[in-house]
């Protein structure tokens, strides 16, 4: 299936019948940093599965909807009842505070999916204080959702360092992320499961 550029990670949905890509877009040609990183948003695809049932057929698998997100985008995470799409985006925490491209936020991409169309549509970025954000998961009521900080900024207080960013969900027609606050961990967090 072609996707978007540079798919880094994927998830199926809870009930199989989609697979869906977080596009960075890096340019793997490029010789630094400010090559590589690109300067526009990432996206995400979404593939429709073949449907097992029709086995006498060859599968084919479909390109069904697309979204962009924020920039630079590592993690992807879908609530357990399909209905929300969520992307932790680097931004520009990458840079060294020096460069002009240097963003001392990252952010989490909060999206609508239906798992019985496959649309999916952007709701809006949560920024937070952080470098190099890369997992994230919804617990498993769907309630919320946590973000891995790899790091904090240099001089950062603990409650801006390395951790789990924890957002509360709010469902509903025009569902939102209100934050939390951080579980502070030892540098170097990068994905995060919760268990049932």
């Not at 989609?18 to 090559?35: C, D, I, S």
């Not at 399909?82 to 240097?102: C, E, I, Q």
């Not at 970025?125 to 240099?154: K, M, N």
């Amino acid at each position: 299936m072609k996707v978007g550029a540079d798919p880094f990670v994927g998830r199926f949905t809870p009930d199989g019948r989609h697979y869906l890509t977080a596009n960075w877009g890096r340019n793997f040609a490029a010789t630094n940093l400010e090559g590589r990183i690109p300067q526009t948003p990432s996206t995400i695809s979404v593939i429709k599965l073949a449907n097992p049932a029709e086995s006498h057929r060859p599968a084919r698998h479909n390109l069904v909807g697309a979204a962009e997100t924020d920039f630079s985008s590592e993690g992807i995470a879908i609530s357990p009842d399909g209905r929300l799409v969520a992307t932790v985006n680097m931004r520009g925490t990458a840079f060294p505070p020096g460069s002009a491209r240097f963003h001392r936020n990252a952010s989490v991409t909060l999206l609508s999916f239906d798992p019985a169309t496959g649309a999916i549509s952007k709701r809006a970025d949560y920024s937070f204080e952080g470098v190099l954000p890369e997992g994230g998961a919804f617990d498993r009521t769907g309630d919320h959702f946590l973000v891995t900080v790899f790091q904090g900024h240099d001089g950062s207080l603990p409650e801006a360092g390395p951790g789990l960013e924890v957002f509360r969900v709010e469902k509903g027609d025009r569902p939102t992320l209100s934050r939390l606050g951080r579980v502070p961990l030892p540098h170097g967090a990068h994905h995060v499961d919760l268990a049932p």
